[in-house]
């Protein structure tokens, strides 16, 4: 059998679940030509989320729920790219199971979701994102040995919690908070890019001379959030962005339709829409923090945090130069 966390594989997976509260749970899609589209619910069963959870290298298929349960939805511009999706359950990626590439009578309302369970947490510290580090193996949560972890490992366990970027790791713990029983992995070596720690590779789970006074501690920042303030709707207003605790506003320069599309999907709203710059003057300026300048989007990111941008707090503006975003608003649920 397989031993999980220790595969090497050679191309990243054609699969990815969005929206959800971590990256092994929420809505489904497919990747076709360098382009991202949802899977239609036909005949979508726990034989199918069997294999989209091994793809991803998550822990085991728990649920087929609708993808609409994940906000923001899918853009009405979105393509579905297959339905009737039939799996024996065996297959490493979805791509290996029988399927339809003609999608002739889905809409978004169909894209299909899944739920996988989580192989990766942080325990014993103020949050999800801050903590001992452990890992599921066997159905058995073990902790991993500080020996060979270094930033770029933790990287990957931030990423894949879905929490902020890695701001600490140091060897864990006093005898309140460290680990008990197994000790799963160590010298775990991450490029940082991985997706998973299932694509790190490190020594065989449980062959290891740790202790754990040499229990991972990681702290990530915590998930990324933004707002639109002082507007008649959650989807328009001054654009503010949550870090560290404090909420600060943008500076607009080299703002434009792309950032504001990640912006409004981000926030669950529908398109940008267009306003004048007069009207755009009548929001009252932002105090306090500028955390961002020189946002630089590509228009599909998940997330403002995904695009390119100065360091958090570095800008050369002033808040007269605060990002406004109108959205149009989304269509309530049927």
């Given amino acids: 059998m397989a031993l999980f966390f220790f595969l090497i594989f050679e191309s990243s997976p054609k699969v990815r679940l969005v929206s959800g509260p971590h990256r092994c749970e929420g809505r489904v899609e497919v990747e076709r030509n360098g382009e991202w589209g949802t899977v239609c619910d036909d005949g979508w069963n726990m034989k199918d989320v069997e294999v989209v959870c091994r793809e991803l290298g998550c822990g085991a298929a728990k649920g087929t729920p609708t993808g609409n349960l994940y906000k923001p939805l899918a853009d009405e511009k979105q393509k579905i790219f297959i339905q009737e999706v039939n799996c024996s359950g065996t297959e490493d990626q979805l791509i290996n199971c029988d399927q339809l590439e003609d999608v002739y009578d889905c809409s978004h309302s169909e894209d299909a979701g899944a739920i996988c369970e989580k192989t990766v947490r942080l325990v014993g510290g103020p949050g999800r994102c801050k903590g001992r580090l452990e890992v599921k193996h066997q159905e058995q949560w073990g902790t991993v040995c500080k020996a060979g972890w270094n930033l770029s490992a933790a990287k990957v366990v931030c990423r894949q ?13 006093n005898k309140d908070t460290q680990g ?5 992995l160590s010298n775990v070596s991450c490029s940082g ?20 006074d040499e229990d991972t501690w990681v702290e990530c920042e915590d998930p990324f959030e933004l707002r639109l303030v002082n507007g008649d709707t959650n989807c328009s207003g ?29 926030l669950g709203c529908r398109r940008p829409i267009f306003v004048p710059a007069k009207l755009r003057r009548k929001f009252a300026p932002g105090d306090g923090r500028i955390w961002l ?20 707090g570095y800008h050369d503006c002033n808040h007269k130069e605060d990002v406004v975003v109108f959205c149009s608003e989304a269509q309530p649920d049927i």
């Fill in 293 to 312: 300048d020189d946002v630089h989007c590509k228009g599909h990111e998940q997330s403002l945090e995904q695009c390119q941008h100065r360091s958090w």
């Fill in 161 to 173: 919690l879905g929490c902020g970027k890695a701001t600490l790791i140091k060897r864990c713990c």
């Fill in 193 to 212: 890019q991985e997706e998973n720690l299932h694509y790190c590779l490190s020594g065989l789970e449980g062959n290891n001379n740790c202790t754990h």
């Fill in 180 to 184: 008990q029983g197994l000790i799963w």
């Fill in 238 to 266: 001054r654009l503010e962005v949550l870090h560290k605790g404090i909420w600060g506003s943008v500076c607009d320069d080299g703002w434009g339709t792309k950032e504001e599309q990640v912006v409004c999907r981000q």
